[in-house]
């Protein structure tokens, strides 16, 4: 009896770490998005901090714990992976956790994905045209500014004098996927264009560069609409939750056989008692949602009024996300042949459904026709997501990369509304511009430094223009002694790749 209990017991425990192994064992390659841990840690993602310490109690806090400025050390647990991007010091990074870094020792701020421009030998020419193979070669490409252009030339030729560069696929949306490697699986998906795809995934990697979403499976039957198999639409049919085959929860049996369309045999689903759902639909009606209009679109071809209103339906039935805004009407047959007036372009900036900022709804409709793409909220696109912030009134100036001094950050984003602007170094804007005092524009940044006069400077700035005044009252010069705080002298690391 004692060696039967002995034998479970390690059993037991054998289950239990095998099972601490799955929790701990997690793929956390693609996930770039730095967090503090409460060890005082930087890592890469907080996928990678639950990987690294598994049951050792650290837990993501609030990224002002990690500045270098109230005590941290700034250590880091950062992968080595090459994913470029540019510093507001005008300096290049290895990838996003590194420059996260430089921010806990220095306060320098995350600029855009890419390399700085500057920072390279290239030079960005501004093409007056794109014809025959200039049309397509290199593209589709991210953009730094958020957008994905057709071909190399495309970008230069769109974002001329914006200092837009190539960045990785993974930074726009409608590139994210274009690099899976598909597994071999056939769960059959209807996509916007028409076509059926094996998988969701092979119907992204297909479209690479392309607003192509799923929607009910009856847009790629036409054989099923025209014998009444399967209903285009459930409109106007009273709601009466019914429970399927598949124990999912239907808005009525119109709605299951439009979301099932074709699936014959095994497959079939049909209506069983609604009891066999009735936990399912307690545990969706918990979820309280607030009435915030941001429409979406689910993979339903319904329009949700925000995004939480179709995590409930998502809960129900199963639905994902299909895209930002109202659904289009699958019916309709776009004119590509339309051409945009000069009153229609000089519009305010339209955020599109496929993530691309347009001059107007005439160039998005233009540019995208046959993609089914939609005006979304200005804040679901990257460079209109700061249009309508209302900005603090803190006079932390910056200089932008349009060589113009702003306010504060917020302010220079609000007046550049869909245009590719960053910070730069103040140096930059103040080049040619003689102080008549000791008064400087100094950097933000906290490099420490301690001068002669036993003192320590936030950076060499401040050290530079204690010295200009020392130097004017006739007194001894004030220069560097070494890096780091009086007392405690550190060596300048560099986490940059280059200027």
């Known amino acids: ?28 390659r693609n996930k770039m998005a730095p967090v503090c841990g409460s060890d005082g840690i930087i890592y890469t993602s907080r996928c990678d901090l639950k990987r690294i310490n598994c049951g050792q ?53 995350f600029a855009h994905y890419g390399p700085c421009v500057g920072s390279t030998n290239m030079t960005l020419e501004c093409p007056s045209s794109c014809e025959g193979r200039k049309a397509r070669e290199g593209g589709p490409i991210c953009g730094s500014d958020g957008n994905v252009y057709t071909s190399t030339c495309d970008l230069r030729l769109r974002t001329c004098g914006q200092k837009v560069v190539s960045t990785s696929h993974m930074h726009c949306q409608t590139t994210q996927r274009c690099k899976d490697i598909c597994p071999f699986s056939y769960k059959a998906v209807c996509g ?38 399967c209903p285009i639409s459930c409109e106007g049919v009273k709601n009466s939750p ?10 009525s049996e119109c709605d299951m056989e439009r979301l099932n369309c074709g699936l014959g045999g095994a497959g079939r689903v049909f209506p069983v008692s609604l009891e066999k759902c009735r936990k399912k639909m307690d545990s969706c009606e918990r979820i309280q949602c607030p009435f915030t209009l941001d429409p ?49 372009e000089e519009q305010y900036p339209v955020c599109g459904s496929d993530g691309n900022v347009y001059q107007s709804n005439c160039d998005m409709h233009s540019r995208t026709c046959g993609q089914k793409v939609v005006a979304v909220a200005l804040h679901h696109c990257e460079a209109t997501k700061h249009c309508v912030v209302e900005c603090k009134k803190d006079n932390v100036a910056v ?8 306010r504060n950050k917020c302010e220079m984003k609000v007046k550049n509304c869909g245009r590719h602007v960053y910070e730069v170094p103040i140096k930059k804007c103040l080049a040619g511009f003689k102080f008549l005092s000791c008064l400087r524009f100094c950097p933000k940044t906290f490099e420490p430094v301690c001068g002669t006069d036993g003192m320590t400077y936030s950076n060499d700035c401040f050290l530079k223009m204690e010295n200009c005044r020392a130097r004017s009252l006739g007194r001894s010069f004030v220069t560097r002694t070494y890096h780091g705080k009086c007392g405690y002298p550190q060596p300048q690391p560099k986490l940059y790749m280059f200027r």
């Open 1 to 28: 009896m004692r060696t039967i209990f002995y034998l479970l017991f390690v059993l037991g425990v054998s289950e239990g770490r095998t099972r601490g192994r799955q929790v701990c064992d997690m793929d956390c």
């Open 57 to 109: 109690g650290v837990f993501t806090v609030d990224s002002s714990k990690c500045q270098r400025s109230r005590g941290a050390s700034c250590q880091h647990r950062c992968a080595n992976s090459y994913d470029p991007v540019c510093g507001s010091d005008g300096r290049t990074y290895l990838n996003n956790c590194i420059l996260r870094v430089e921010e806990c020792r220095s306060g320098t701020s």
């Open 192 to 229: 916007s264009d028409g076509r059926i795809y094996n998988s969701k995934c092979q119907m992204k990697v297909k479209n690479c560069g392309k607003h192509i979403f799923e929607t009910p499976m009856v847009h790629c039957r036409p054989q099923e609409r025209t014998t009444g198999g």
């Open 242 to 251: 019914v429970c399927g085959s598949n124990g999912r929860l239907y808005d």
């Open 296 to 344: 979406v679109c689910g993979t339903d071809s319904s329009t949700y009024i925000n995004y939480c209103h179709l995590h409930k339906a998502t809960c129900k039935k199963g639905v994902e996300l299909a895209h930002y805004g109202h659904c289009p009407d699958m019916s309709v047959i776009e004119n590509c042949e339309a051409e945009c007036s000069d009153e229609q």
């Open 399 to 406: 200089c932008s990369s349009d060589n113009k001094m702003y």
